[in-house]
């Protein structure tokens, strides 16, 4: 499975992105899906998770009320909407597959990962 994360750029803070990863090579409607992230000298971290139906989509408390993951499995697609943007999420989003059906804040738990886009949030 090859996933293609796009939609980053530079913003201001206040406003919207709307982030995509789409899979190719084989469908990932079986697989739960998640973003992270990674801040320029911090670590990788958990931003939001979606199971393969869509139905069960949870976010890390740092994002809660202003990020949402969704998916549309007729597009083999998973998105993040971001709104309220801030400086602090500023960083590198990654969109990844998961062994299982459910989403996880782990990231070991994920099998597929794709590229990265690039996030600037401007103050």
């Known amino acids: 499975v090859q996933l293609q994360a796009s939609g980053g750029g530079l913003v201001q803070a206040g406003g919207s992105l709307r982030l995509s990863c789409a899979a190719a090579?084989?469908?990932?409607?079986?697989?739960?899906m998640g973003w992270f992230r990674q801040a320029p000298g911090k670590e990788r971290e958990f931003v939001a998770a979606?199971?393969?139906?869509?139905?069960?989509?949870f976010a890390a408390d740092s994002v809660k009320g202003r990020f949402t993951i969704s998916r549309d499995n007729t597009k083999n697609t998973v998105y993040l909407q971001m709104n309220s943007l801030k400086p602090e999420d500023t960083g590198v989003y990654y969109c990844?597959?998961?062994?299982?059906?459910?989403?996880?804040?782990?990231?070991?738990?994920?099998?597929?990962w794709g590229q990265g886009t690039l996030v600037t949030v401007s103050s």
């Open positions: 979606v199971d393969w139906r869509g139905s069960n989509a």
């Open positions: 090579g084989r469908a990932t409607s079986n697989n739960g």
């Open positions: 990844a597959a998961s062994l299982f059906a459910v989403g996880s804040r782990r990231s070991e738990n994920y099998r597929y």
